[in-house]
């Protein structure tokens, strides 16, 4: 599979790429690296962009993107239903994006429109990292420390307890984010479990792909 | 520190230069003088060992600022912070100063416009090979286009600083690289200096740096303030630097203490950090703290003159 990862830093395009192949169960090619924004609301802003260079411009099979939900509404069962979309969520943010976006492009290079593979990391992608090694950090525990006003840990906690400082080196970065995703590609059913925003970008890749064999 | 032009970001710099100056004087009256006119004041505080010790600056005329008032508890802890404020440095970094090759003795520090990098380049060379090399491999992950550094002697007596190029092995004199090579270089030079300043000021940092490099820059000068991150064993370095860069300020979201807002206000300036606004949780879930910043809510902004004040 051939597809471009929009994604903050370097350390987070680099783990991104590990998890994604580890849920496809094969190694995919990636057809532009290095596509940045910078955080929310950027990546938002600049997504339309992003897609439609990608779709005219490169023989991308699809975009993987994936934001920290930081402080926004987190997503839920409730926000699947059809039709429903709640306007401070990001994940429903960036799929909205991405719908009204490929909805005005006509085909090209062959095919109808590029796929979508869209994940939210709650609270901050440390998160994944810590999922299996600490037992306190899960989006459960994120979202019932929300409903009664305190929160369960904090960004700069998540950081200390991946890289031991919250101010890591980029090479640091890269390195602890790169154990702990190369740790979740060998099975990433606990990361989907305790963390939905993963699941959803998993069950985007998969459909994804299910869709790309039948063509 | 962000903030428009003329908000008093260098005369605060300059305020630290000013006592580093004075600290080289002898203090005439050690308990205190009385300044002759009725002026600004600058009062210095100091962190542990050293928070004992209350420094103030006055000025004698309107335009001289030159009356330093010290309280300590004894000469000792005086002369003990002297040997820190000496230790200020201030770089205005100057990349046509920094392309020219360098009498190989004048290599002992960076000078402000750090246009003896060679000369002290040569100096690690000969004196700290594993630092340079260190340095080196830095500077090649942050600039891929080259696999290394080099110094040149040229016949004259001087260095010359050069570049290999990773694709074709060809040289690149200091002279002919562009200005971001070479103020990254001087920035590494500093972040990687065995025996740092007590206090770096440096203006406009993210200058000559692609925005996407600027991650690099603000933790080069991490490894100097926040030495045990980076696994080095030395004393922390406080940097006191100003941007203008959206992109730069940016990256301090996760760390609002360390971002001051200059103010200017007529002819005043005021300092604000970003941590002491009760506000500054929500503003910076509502946004880029650059784009925050450029807006104008957070200050530091120029002043504008409505139409009718124009006319």
Not at chain 2, 192 to 197: C, G, L, S, T, V
Not at chain 2, 199 to 207: A, H, N, P, V
Request: glycine share 6%; net charge negative.
């Amino acid at each position: 599979m051939k597809l471009a990862i929009l994604s903050e830093s370097p350390a987070d395009e680099a783990a991104l790429r590990v998890l994604i192949e580890g849920v496809l169960g094969e190694p995919i090619q990636l057809v532009q690296s290095a596509l940045r924004a910078r955080g929310w609301p950027s990546v938002a802003q600049v997504m339309p962009a992003v897609i439609r260079h990608l779709h005219f411009n490169t023989d991308a099979d699809g975009l993987a993107v994936v934001v920290d939900a930081d402080d926004s509404v987190i997503h839920t069962e409730t926000h699947e239903a059809p039709g429903y979309f709640h306007p401070r969520c990001r994940l429903c943010q960036l799929r909205a994006v991405f719908r009204q976006t490929v909805k005005r492009l006509p085909p090209a290079r062959g095919r109808q429109r590029i796929f979508r593979g869209v994940g939210v990391a709650v609270p901050a992608i440390e998160g994944w990292y810590l999922c299996g090694r600490d037992e306190s950090v899960t989006e459960a525990i994120w979202l019932n420390g929300l409903a009664v006003g305190k929160v369960p840990f904090t960004r700069h906690e998540l950081k200390w307890r991946v890289y031991g400082t919250d101010r890591p080196s980029l090479p640091h970065e890269i390195n602890c984010a790169l154990v702990d995703a190369r740790r979740h590609a060998v099975d990433t059913r606990r990361l989907e479990n305790d963390f939905p925003g993963f699941r959803a970008l998993a069950n985007d890749l998969r459909t994804w792909r299910t869709l790309l064999n039948k063509i | 520190m962000v903030g428009p032009n003329g908000s008093g970001k260098t005369s605060l710099i300059q305020a630290l230069l000013l006592l580093r100056g004075l600290t080289k004087l002898p203090i005439k009256d050690a308990h205190g003088t009385t300044p002759p006119i009725a002026s600004p004041e600058i009062d210095f505080r100091f962190s542990p060992p050293l928070d004992e010790i209350e420094v103030q600056m006055a000025c004698s005329t309107d335009f001289v600022c030159d009356l330093l008032k010290v309280r300590s508890p004894s000469p000792e802890l005086w002369s003990q912070a002297m040997s820190e404020i000496l230790k200020i440095r201030s770089y205005l970094f100057d990349h046509y100063a920094m392309g020219e090759p360098a009498r190989r003795e004048v290599g002992a520090e960076l000078t402000g416009n750090a246009g003896n990098l060679a000369a002290v380049i040569a100096r690690w060379q000969d004196r700290i090979p594993a630092v340079l090399k260190r340095l080196e491999t830095e500077f090649c992950r942050l600039l891929t286009e080259f696999s290394g550094l080099e110094i040149v002697s040229l016949h004259d007596g001087r260095v010359a600083l050069a570049g290999r190029l990773a694709d074709n092995n060809e040289r690149v004199f200091a002279e002919n690289m562009s200005q971001g090579t070479l103020y990254t270089i001087a920035t590494l030079v500093l972040a990687f200096d065995p025996a740092p300043p007590s206090i770096i000021c440096i203006e406009e940092i993210d200058r000559g740096i692609h925005p996407r490099l600027l991650r690099e820059i603000r933790d080069a000068f991490y490894r100097l303030s926040h030495p045990a991150s980076f696994d080095e064993k030395r004393a922390p370095v406080q940097i006191v630097a100003t941007t203008h860069s959206p992109y730069l300020l940016d990256l301090f979201k996760d760390h609002p203490e360390e971002v001051v807002i200059a103010q200017k206000e007529g002819l005043e300036a005021r300092f604000e950090r970003l941590i002491d606004r009760p506000d500054y949780q929500q503003l910076l879930s509502e946004g880029p703290l650059g784009d925050i910043w450029f807006s104008g809510i957070l200050g530091g902004v120029p002043q504008e003159k409505s139409p009718e004040e124009l006319k």
